[in-house]
């Protein structure tokens, strides 16, 4: 026997390919709109960064300010402006031109006095009075060594000589400020604002008013306020107090009574006179905000120089003085602000454009799915391994070439989240992402079995990933206090994953744009966050395809896990029950059909020598769906043999539920035999089924079809998976579209959603038709069909059949006698008859058909009549004066039945008389009947 040739994997890439294509083609405006949602998103975002530059980055309040000098023409238009620190708020002063720094006094940072530590005692009336001490805290290994220092630290006194350049003369004195520090130092708050200085001093009598000191700072002129306060040095025991000094009352709430400040503490550790060293807490208010990029200053320099003065004039005695005169910031150039919003606001922004890919993939698997074009596709010869690398690689060039898409317009757009980064780390992580995305798509779609469920699934993940990933992923990214492997666990999580990527991104692109840093590049990459995420993408990826593939296997195995679960554990428990049923039904069969029993030895005889002559051999099939829920098994189908020869149609009959599509579907590998086996051209349906289904074709009873495909893309994609190629597969499209009369009036070339029934009808057969498949089955091919058509088709299956095996179902007898070479009468699972039309017939129809409507009250005499022309007539129909009668052929002549109505008519009013030798109807409805009754 020829093996069939399969098309080879390039051919079926190829057809899958076309396919998708054409599909996409269809969609072009979907596809648009996909496209367009984020070129969309980057304009506004590009909207967003002007109103903000227009706002915030260009407003008066965030540049150095200005003042109009000079308004020549009086019109209000100023000629010359001046801008400069004078001009300036102090907001504004961050941002001038600072080519030479003004000195500044180097304070030190002390608590405000309520929240000062102070001896209980004391605390009350210092409270009152606002003279509570500022205190010092040092410790050491050597307490004498201690004393001495601390004494030193405080030995200075406040003179002020106005001939003096004060600030040499205020370095003699510490000077302390309650204020907090800015951002930058260029004008310290401690001096300009409204705050008083503080002269800490071992002692201040309450009499002591310090003057005030004019502060003169071109182009600034302060007057400030100078007050002392009494400093306080105290040793304790060893760092360990300190520490719990400074800190068991740190964050306790709000109440001022137990919160204990000092200004400083000092640790000298093992300091003696040939080594110093020191360790030193400093004060500051400043917390380190979780929003806030920026770090302010602290007051440090003037406690490490107070510190050093101390050990100094231990050393080398009282009149040795290191003086800090000043500290200077560096000098700078007018700076603006420069705050990329649209880097800020971009993670989520671009998270969302990114995922939006997820639904799309989603469902367009899925939807293969629900139409169960998947396996229609299967059973046309589209292998599990094309399907799914041909998807895979499919999705991913739509996935790259919109992101590339978006790449390259965010970048002409100017959005620096993309111009400010290495491009190629961009490109590589939305390349891996979208391989990740469309691993999990896939390994998802088997959850679903609806494309709307899906998609809605997919996009509440969207939006609910990039909304989490804002506005709780981020806070804890950016909190230090949470744990780092708990973030790594949350960026198992895909959405999160993409979000930290892209929030690096953007973190990277507004730092080079407020402050002149690098934005990401390759160097950065090696042990930071995109490292990880990196690998967490490459491997999930990973994951999600073998999962996937495995559970492809599980489920083309077994259709449903449990189930066949079910089967194995009830197939070893109840041997025999099912052994028994098959005797019992066996034994009975065995007594009425004969031609039933001469097909299965035919089956039987070809089973043991194998011949060529009969494409479809099904021996002793059967199919038991388990029972549920309480329900007792469902035996579908009981032991059939059947065998179709090359060339035959064979034409299944039977009522509905009879199992005639349980059997379609088992021959087409929808669902597995429970026993028994069956062999296409010799191979088994059980364990080759790939091959068989290259040389078959299938009619499905619904009709599969791609609703935005039309009918000439559906041959084509079929032809080309059966392997056909140039002008054969033009020739072999035009001749099935006119086989089946889709060609005229450009059928062919409109959507098969706008088909009705009958022309989806059509399509479907000269699907299955396409490619000269040898195995054939078409499940009731003619439903819906109006009789135009349907004679259409009939030609078209007939000119089909000559080198193919049909079978074929349906309930049109009519189309059971045009077609079919043999029927089967198929009831309950089983086959109650078999032959040729003509044979079955002769066989069961050894009678004809007297029917005879009169008014009511003259039923007797139809009867009587009847009874007459033939004893042993049986009524077989009675309704409303409609009485129809079977009466034996060998009994009665027509000639004596006419003679007779004629007699009747004179008696009494017959409304309608008719008689008719039996149909294949009467046929099927006797041995319908008497299967079920049996
Ligand atoms: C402590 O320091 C003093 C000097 O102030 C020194 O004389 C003494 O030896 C030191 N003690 C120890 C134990 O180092
Ligand atoms: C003031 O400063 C001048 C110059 O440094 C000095 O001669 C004078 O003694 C100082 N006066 C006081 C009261 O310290
Ligand atoms: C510190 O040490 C001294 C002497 O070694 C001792 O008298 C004092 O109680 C200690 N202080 C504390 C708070 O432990
Ligand atoms: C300073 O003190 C610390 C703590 O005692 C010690 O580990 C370190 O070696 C010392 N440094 C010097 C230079 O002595």
């Not at 961050?94 to 000062?116: G, M, S, Y």
């Not at 939305?430 to 390994?443: E, G, M, P, V």
């Not at 030895?601 to 021996?619: A, F, G, R």
């Not at 028994?676 to 010799?682: C, D, I, L, P, Q």
Request: net charge positive.
């Amino acid at each position: 026997m020829a093996k069939p040739v399969a098309a080879s994997f390039l051919t079926q890439a190829n057809a899958l390919f076309k396919k998708n294509l054409t599909y996409q083609k269809r969609n072009i405006w979907s596809n648009v709109r996909l496209i367009v949602i984020p070129l969309y998103l980057c304009v506004v975002l590009v909207c967003i960064q002007a109103l903000f530059d227009t706002l915030v980055n260009n407003s008066a309040d965030n540049q150095c300010g200005c003042r109009c000098i000079d308004d020549k023409n009086g019109d209000g238009k100023c000629e010359i402006r001046s801008c400069g620190l004078q001009f300036s708020s102090q907001n504004q002063a961050v941002f001038c031109a600072f080519p030479n720094p003004p000195p500044l006094l180097p304070l030190l940072h002390i608590p405000r006095p309520e929240t000062r530590s102070v001896d209980p005692a004391r605390r009350d009336s210092c409270k009152r009075t606002g003279s509570c001490p500022v205190t010092i805290l040092v410790t050491g290994n050597n307490q004498s060594l201690g004393a001495t220092l601390s004494e030193n630290l405080l030995s200075t006194s406040f003179t002020v000589n106005s001939s003096d350049l004060f600030l040499r003369n205020l370095a003699y004195t510490v000077l302390g400020t309650t204020s907090a520090t800015d951002y930058t130092n260029y004008r310290d708050p401690g001096i300009y604002s409204d705050l008083p200085i503080f002269s800490i001093q071992p002692q201040c009598t309450p009499a002591t008013t310090l003057p005030s000191f004019s502060f003169q700072q071109p182009p600034l002129e302060f007057q400030k306020e100078v007050r002392c306060v009494q400093g306080l040095s105290l040793w304790r025991n060893n760092s360990i107090e300190v520490n719990d000094e400074i800190f068991k009352n740190y964050l306790k709430g709000n109440h001022e009574e137990i919160v204990n400040e000092v200004a400083a503490a000092y640790d000298l550790l093992d300091t003696d006179r040939s080594n110093f060293n020191v360790t030193i807490w400093y004060y500051t208010t400043y917390k380190g905000d979780l929003q806030d990029w920026r770090v302010k200053y602290v007051r440090v320099p003037r406690s490490v120089n107070l510190v050093s003065n101390a050990y100094l004039q231990f050393l080398k005695g009282s009149g040795t003085k290191m003086l800090f005169d000043f500290v200077k910031e560096m000098p700078k150039q007018e700076t603006r602000l420069r705050m990329d919003m649209a880097s800020l606001v971009g993670p989520i922004f671009f998270s969302w454009v990114i995922l939006l890919l997820f639904p799309v993939i989603l469902n367009s698997l899925v939807y293969e799915k629900q139409q169960r074009l998947r396996i229609i596709m299967k059973m046309h010869g589209l292998g599990d391994a094309s399907y799914w690398m041909i998807s895979y690689a499919y999705f991913l060039a739509i996935s790259t070439l919109y992101i590339v898409c978006l790449m390259i317009f965010g970048s002409a757009i100017g959005l620096k989240f993309f111009r400010f980064n290495d491009y190629s780390i961009q490109f590589i992580f939305y390349f891996l992402y979208i391989n990740l995305q469309i691993s999990i798509a896939f390994l998802v779609s088997s959850a679903f079995s609806k494309a709307v469920t899906a998609s809605v699934a997919a996009y509440i993940y969207v939006f609910g990933s990039g909304l989490l990933g804002a506005f709780l992923f981020q806070f804890l990214v950016e909190g230090l206090s949470f744990p780092r492997r708990w973030l790594f666990v949350l960026e198992l999580y895909p959405g999160f994953s993409l979000y930290r990527g892209l929030y690096e991104f953007s973190q990277y692109a507004f730092q080079r744009n407020l402050n002149g840093r690098d934005g990401m590049k390759w160097k950065h990459f090696r042990g930071s966050a995109m490292d990880e995420i990196f690998s967490i993408i490459i491997i999930e990826g990973f994951l999600a395809l073998i999962v996937t593939y495995y559970m492809n296997r599980v489920s083309s195995t077994a259709k449903d896990p449990i189930v066949f679960l079910e089967n194995t554990f009830k197939k070893s428990l109840s041997p025999q029950k099912f052994s028994l049923k098959k005797q019992g039904s066996s034994v009975s069969v065995e007594m009425e059909k004969l031609d039933v029993i001469q097909e299965r030895e035919k089956v039987e005889q070809l089973m043991l020598e194998p011949s060529t002559s009969h494409d479809i051999v099904c021996d002793n099939l059967k199919k038991v769906y388990p029972g549920r829920d309480g329900n007792p098994p469902k035996l579908a189908i009981s032991g059939l043999s059947l065998a179709v020869p090359s060339g035959e149609c064979f034409g299944m009959l039977g009522p509905n539920g009879a199992g005639k599509t349980s059997f379609i579907n088992m021959m087409t590998g929808l669902v597995k035999p429970t026993s028994g086996s069956a062999f296409v051209r010799g191979l088994d349906i059980c364990k080759d089924m790939d091959r068989v289904y290259t040389s078959m074709g299938v009619c499905p009873q619904h009709d599969l079809l791609w609703e935005t495909l039309t009918g000439r893309e559906h041959l084509f994609f079929y032809g080309r998976l059966k392997n056909l190629k140039g002008p054969d597969l033009n020739q072999a499209v035009e001749e099935s579209l006119k086989s089946v009369n889709l060609f005229h009036g450009g059928v062919a070339d409109t959507p098969a959603g706008k088909y009705s029934g009958g022309m989806k009808r059509r399509l479907s057969v000269a699907i299955s038709l396409m490619g000269s498949p040898k195995v054939v089955y078409m499940d009731e091919p003619s439903t819906g069909l109006d009789p135009a058509s349907r004679r259409s088709l009939w030609t078209a299956i007939k000119s089909a059949k000559q080198h193919t095996a049909i079978i074929l179902t349906t309930h049109s007898m009519e189309e059971a006698e045009f077609l079919c070479d043999r029927l089967g009468i198929f009831v309950d699972g089983s086959l109650q008859c078999i032959g040729n039309p003509k044979e079955l017939k002769g066989r069961y129809g050894g009678s004809c058909v007297l029917t005879m409507t009169t008014s009511t009250e003259h039923e007797k005499d139809v009867e009587l009549l009847v009874q007459d022309v033939s004893p042993n007539a049986k009524k077989i129909y009675q309704i409303a004066g409609t009485q129809k009668f079977e009466l034996p052929k060998e009994e009665v002549r027509i000639s004596e039945v006419f003679q007779a109505v004629e007699k009747a008519k004179s008696n009494f009013k017959v409304f309608a008389w008719g008689i008719a030798d039996t149909t294949l109807e009467d046929v099927f409805i006797k041995v319908a009947k008497t299967g079920q009754a049996f």
